[in-house]
């Protein structure tokens, strides 16, 4: 059974104040990672996918790594837009079905 | 459309009547996924159809629930016997094949009273 943990569950950073969320997962041969934006009341929106060890992707402040056994996602010199709620999901070979983490909530103090 | 649709946004219905949930996933995506996301908890899988076929019914959480997709396009949940536990946001995605990222709806939000 594929697991996904994420840490820490809450983190508050002030503006510019660089930081990290992990992503640790165990699953049978995996088929892709995949990392969400949640803000409050509207569904996760897509931002990246991962697939093997050594990816990395990156979006404006976002930077997503990925190794054997975790992901991390690295916010530089975050704004208070970056408040939200992220996502870490993975797919298997066996499946389509994709688990989801408990997600980190961040909120970014001006 | 430019994203996955979802309606209505919000539903208030009373304990034990039956509703329907739609979602227009984005054109040509053949994958389609309804999770459920109760307060402060996580995405809970409900059903995947790939197509008009839905491989993977194992997250329906009692035979209350059922889903269908028709055209392998548009998909509604339906909640029979609606029970207070089943409030929370429901929410859809589509993928285009399955294999990468999907992309949500807004979400429908269920009270039941």
């Known amino acids: 059974e594929d697991q996904v943990t994420q840490s820490p569950e809450a983190l508050r950073l002030q503006e510019g104040e660089s930081s990290s969320l992990n992503c640790s997962y165990t699953?049978?041969?995996?088929?892709?990672l995949f990392w969400y934006r949640q803000d409050p009341g509207k569904g996760p929106e897509f931002l990246f996918t991962?697939?093997?060890a050594g990816e990395e992707k990156e979006k404006e402040r976002l930077k997503a790594t990925l190794t054997k056994k975790e992901s991390f996602l690295h916010i530089t010199a975050p704004k208070p837009e970056d408040s939200a709620t992220y996502l870490c999901?993975?797919?298997?070979?066996?499946?389509?079905?994709?688990?989801f983490g408990r997600g980190t909530s961040l909120i970014v103090h001006p | 459309g430019a994203g996955v649709s979802q309606s209505p946004s919000n539903k208030v219905t009373e304990k034990g009547k039956d509703v329907e949930l739609r979602c227009d996933p984005i054109?040509?995506?053949?994958?389609l996924y309804w999770y459920r996301q109760s307060l402060g908890q996580g995405l809970e899988f409900l059903i995947y159809?790939?197509?008009?076929?839905?491989?993977?019914k194992s997250g329906l959480p009692s035979d209350r629930f059922s889903a269908e997709r028709t055209g392998g396009s548009v998909s509604t949940l339906t909640i029979q016997r609606t029970q207070q536990e089943d409030s929370a946001v429901y929410l859809c995605?589509?993928?285009?094949?399955?294999?990468?990222?999907?992309?949500f709806g807004q979400g429908t939000r269920l009270t039941v009273v």
């Open positions: 159809f790939q197509g008009n076929s839905a491989p993977d």
């Open positions: 699953v049978s041969g995996l088929r892709g």
């Open positions: 999901a993975v797919r298997d070979g066996g499946s389509y079905i994709p688990t």
């Open positions: 995605a589509s993928s285009e094949n399955g294999q990468g990222g999907a992309f």
């Open positions: 054109s040509g995506h053949t994958a």
């Open positions: 991962l697939y093997s």
